[in-house]
C-alpha cells in the first residue's frame, strides 16, 4: 500500500500537488471574474469571450495534470511478475521454514544462514512470467550450515490480480508435500505445507 516499508510517498505528495495547483489556480480565476463584473448593468451576465479566456487556465492545468500523472504512475502491466513473486516466495519461506524447526525441535537457524531464493514460472515456456494465475510454479531452494547439499521444494501458485496468492506444496513430502510434520508430541501442522502471501503491487521490481 502507500504507507507500506518502504513508504511509497511518491502518489500522495503528487496528488497534493495538483490539488493545491487545482485551487490556486480556480480561486485566482474566480477573482478575476469577479473584479471584471459590471454590478451596476442588472442585464449584465458575462462575456462570453471572457469566460473562454478565463476557463483557458483551467483546461491548461488539466492537461498538465494529466501529463504528471501518467508520466509519475504509469499504467503499465499488472504489478505482477517473476522477480517480486520470487522474493515473496524466498521470504515467506525462510520465514516458515524456521517455525517448522522450531516444531521439530531442530538447531535453529537464521534467514539469512538459509540463503532461501525461489525460482518461477508461468505456465511454461510459451507463456510470458508475468500477470495474475493458477498456473505458477515455483521451486525453493536453500541451504543449511555445514551441509554441502541444496534443498529444494515444489509449490503450485494461485496469484489474483490484487497481488494475493496460495503456494500448495508439491513435495518433497518431508519438507511441504504433507499437511502434517512428524514431532517428538506427534503430527503437528505443517507450516511449508502452504503459504499465503502478497506480492506488492506498487514495488518497483528487484533488481537481481
Known amino acids: 500500500g502507500l504507507f507500506t516499508d518502504p513508504p511509497q510517498t511518491g502518489p500522495v505528495l503528487l496528488g497534493l500537488g495538483v490539488s493545491l495547483l487545482w485551487a490556486a489556480t480556480a480561486t485566482v480565476t474566480a477573482y478575476r471574474l469577479f473584479l471584471r463584473r459590471d454590478f451596476t448593468d442588472l442585464s449584465y451576465d458575462g462575456s462570453g469571450r471572457r469566460a473562454l479566456a478565463a476557463a483557458a487556465p483551467l483546461c491548461g492545468i488539466l492537461a498538465v495534470s494529466c501529463l504528471l500523472v501518467g508520466v509519475a504512475t504509469p499504467a503499465k502491466g499488472t504489478g505482477i511478475d517473476r522477480p517480486k513473486l520470487e522474493a515473496s516466495v524466498a521470504t515467506s519461506f525462510a520465514h516458515l521454514y524456521r517455525l517448522q524447526t522450531v516444531e521439530l525441535h531442530r538447531t ?101
Open 108 to 208: 535453529d537457524v537464521t534467514e539469512s544462514q538459509l540463503a532461501a531464493t525461489a525460482a518461477c514460472d508461468k505456465g511454461g515456456n510459451r507463456v510470458e512470467d508475468d500477470g495474475p494465475g493458477a498456473d505458477w510454479r515455483c521451486v525453493v531452494s536453500w541451504h543449511l550450515p555445514g551441509a554441502s547439499a541444496v534443498g529444494t521444494a515444489i509449490y503450485q501458485l494461485d496469484v489474483t490480480a490484487d497481488g494475493r496468492y496460495v503456494a500448495d506444496g508439491d513435495g518433497p513430502k518431508e519438507v511441504n508435500g504433507s499437511f502434517t510434520v512428524r514431532t517428538p508430541r506427534g503430527d503437528a501442522p505443517n507450516p511449508l505445507w502452504q503459504i499465503d502471501g502478497l506480492v506488492d503491487l506498487l514495488d518497483p521490481t528487484p533488481k537481481g
